[in-house]
Structures are given as structure tokens and as C-alpha cells.
């Protein structure tokens, strides 16, 4: 049987700092039928001085005069409010999942014992924020855009010396720009990442639209991870990257698919779905003349026709010199009966 993906909804900051929108995205996901809907929490202060600058494009995507921090800030939900997040999450019955990006909020998110704890980005080269993640005895998703294979290699150790077992490390190939240029993707290096380190691996997507993501799975993610919102237009970071509602739907769907599609034996045979077309698809022996009893059969009396249900057409050299015992008309099906 094939696995079963395990997708993640990113709702990210896409709520753009309204708890009611958060649970707007949350019923979303949960009707899109995903595994779960993902957020992010964290304390500003604890993750950006107010000299940060912008990337390109958040510049594009978010007031301009505005620093990082004021961007970042304004995105901000509260502990309280992710206790609220949290509930309504199991009301909808999505999974809830949470990156948090300072250690108050790691010990934060623990409190709700989660299966698994998402490592973002750009906190694979911070020692102490992987340190303490690992030693909370969760599995562990860790995206790794930007990273080269050695930064790989450096983040899973820490991980390693820290208590996190490998086969509960999936390790997520991904592409830190919004939205990624196609060109840019190169999905390959999701394979090359499981090869060199024995880990499952999965894909991060900042694509635009549901090719990617779904040709991920059928070359063996185990997990998905896709930023979605509620309008594309909306201000703020990640929204221009992210899908809208029907096409998360469309992604869903896609990706179920394509699980049946990849699920077979791998042995190469008749289906049950298309045993039923064998005598329509294929043909078999018929006469090509009107021959009469005694005809000694030539490669001119024969000719291979649709319905499949009479002599197998690879059966013509076994044909050719038999010897017909009655009358035939043109175009009429042989069987082996007709011979002497």
C-alpha cells in the first residue's frame, strides 16, 4: 500500500494578526481536507532587531516604509490566542501544527504535546533553537531552504546528538523565495537529500499553483507543506505565494490521486478496470476474401480485425498452410475449428 502524504496547510501569518481570520483559514483547510493546518508563533523581540530589513518580496507584498520588525510584528498572535487557535482546530478536525521561531515559544507549543515540531528555514544554522527542539522527543520536519547539503548535515547531527531518532526526521526540500521561479525548484535534490542521509524527505512549496507539489509525490515526499490564504490580494508577505481556497481543494485532490496512481505492485499487468476491453481493443484472425472448403490458407486469404475474441493474430504463422474444412465469407472470424 502506499503511503499516505502527510499534508500541511501553511496558514503561516496569512491571518495578517486577526484571530478571526485564523479560524477563517482553519475551517478552509479542514474542508480542504488536509492533515494540518500549520501556523507560526512567535515573540517579535525574540526574533528580529528593528534594523532587519525586508526581503525583496515582502518589500513588493507590505507598506514599504515599514521595517521587518514592524511587518513582522503586526503578524503576531498571542499565546492566549493560540490556546483559542488550538481549540478550534480539533472542533474542525484538522490537525494542529504550529513553527514556533524563538525558544519561550518552542516550550510553548510543547505544552500541547505535539506529534511533530517544524524546524523553519532560517533557523537551520541556530544551534540552540535546534538543540532545544530536539530535546523535546518530538518528530521533527525540517525545511531547508537556502541550505546547502552540508548545512543539512550540520542541523541533522545537532539533532542526532540530541535524542531525535533519524527515522523520525523527515527532511523537507524546499526554496526560500516567494513565489519560486520554476526554474529555481530543482526537485532532484529532494531524492539527493534522502540518499545522503538516510531520512524521509518530503517538499516545502513556494511555487505558484499545485504542479510542483503533486509531481513531489509521485517522486516520493512523504510530506507537503503549501501556503494557503484567503485572498491572494490581501496585504502582506507570503499571500501573492499562496493558494486560494479551491485550488488547496485541487491540490487535496491531486495528490490523493496521484497516491493511487504510484500505489500498484509495480508488476506490469492486465487490470481488472481494462480486462472488460481486451476483445474490443485488440483483434484476431478473419479472412480477408471469401475462401471455400478445402482452401489451403496464404498470407492473401487472412487478415487481423477487431474483435480480439477469435485466433490471437500472433498465432499467423500457425495459420498459414492449414487447410479449411467449409465455406467462408469475407471478413468472416476464424476459429480452429474451421481446419482439417
Keep these: 500500500m502506499q503511503e499516505k ?7 503561516g501569518v496569512n491571518h495578517n494578526g486577526s484571530l478571526d481570520r485564523a479560524i477563517e483559514l482553519i475551517k478552509v483547510a479542514a474542508q480542504a481536507g488536509v492533515d494540518y493546518v500549520k ?9 528580529i532587531s528593528k534594523s532587519a530589513k525586508k526581503a525583496e518580496y515582502q518589500k513588493n507584498n507590505t507598506e514599504k516604509e515599514e521595517n521587518q520588525y514592524e511587518m513582522v510584528k503586526k503578524l503576531e498572535l498571542t499565546y492566549e490566542e493560540f490556546l483559542i487557535v ?11 501544527m504550529s513553527t514556533a521561531f524563538d525558544l519561550p515559544s518552542i516550550d510553548f507549543l510543547d505544552s500541547f504535546n505535539p506529534k511533530y515540531f517544524k524546524i523553519p528555514s532560517g533557523e537551520i544554522t541556530n544551534y540552540s533553537f535546534l538543540k532545544a527542539i530536539a530535546q523535546k522527543g518530538k518528530r521533527i520536519i525540517l525545511s531547508t531552504g537556502m541550505a546547502s547539503l552540508g548545512e543539512i548535515e550540520n542541523a541533522l547531527e545537532v539533532l542526532l546528538r540530541y535524542g531525535v531518532d533519524r527515522e523520525n526526521i523527515t527532511v523537507l526540500h524546499c526554496n526560500t523565495e516567494y513565489p519560486t521561479p520554476m526554474n529555481d525548484v530543482n526537485l532532484k535534490a529532494m531524492n539527493v537529500i534522502g540518499d545522503c542521509f538516510g531520512v524521509r524527505i518530503g517538499y516545502s512549496d513556494h511555487t505558484l499553483g499545485i504542479e510542483v507539489p503533486t509531481a513531489a509525490v509521485a517522486l516520493g515526499a512523504k510530506v507537503i507543506e503549501k501556503h494557503f490564504t484567503l485572498d491572494r490580494t490581501l496585504p502582506g508577505p507570503d499571500h501573492n505565494a499562496s493558494l486560494e481556497p479551491e485550488e488547496l481543494v485541487a491540490m487535496v485532490k491531486a495528490i490523493r490521486n496521484i497516491e493511487q496512481a504510484i500505489g500498484g505492485s ?10 472488460k476491453n481486451v476483445s474490443i481493443a485488440r483483434k484476431s484472425i478473419h479472412t480477408k476474401t471469401d475462401l471455400v472448403s478445402g482452401k489451403i490458407i496464404t498470407e492473401d486469404d487472412i487478415i487481423a480485425l477487431r474483435p480480439g ?32
Excluded: H, Y
Design 39 to 47: 501556523f507560526q508563533t512567535f515573540k517579535t523581540e525574540l526574533n
Design 86 to 96: 488550538e481549540e478550534k482546530c480539533r472542533e474542525f478536525n484538522v490537525g494542529f
Design 309 to 340: 475474441d477469435g485466433i490471437s493474430p500472433m498465432k499467423w504463422d500457425d495459420i498459414i498452410g492449414k487447410k479449411l474444412k467449409g465455406n467462408k465469407t469475407k471478413f468472416e472470424k476464424l476459429s480452429w475449428i474451421d481446419f482439417v
Design 266 to 275: 509495480g508488476r506490469k499487468e492486465r487490470s481488472p478496470s481494462e480486462s
Design 5 to 11: 502524504t502527510l499534508i500541511i496547510a501553511e496558514a
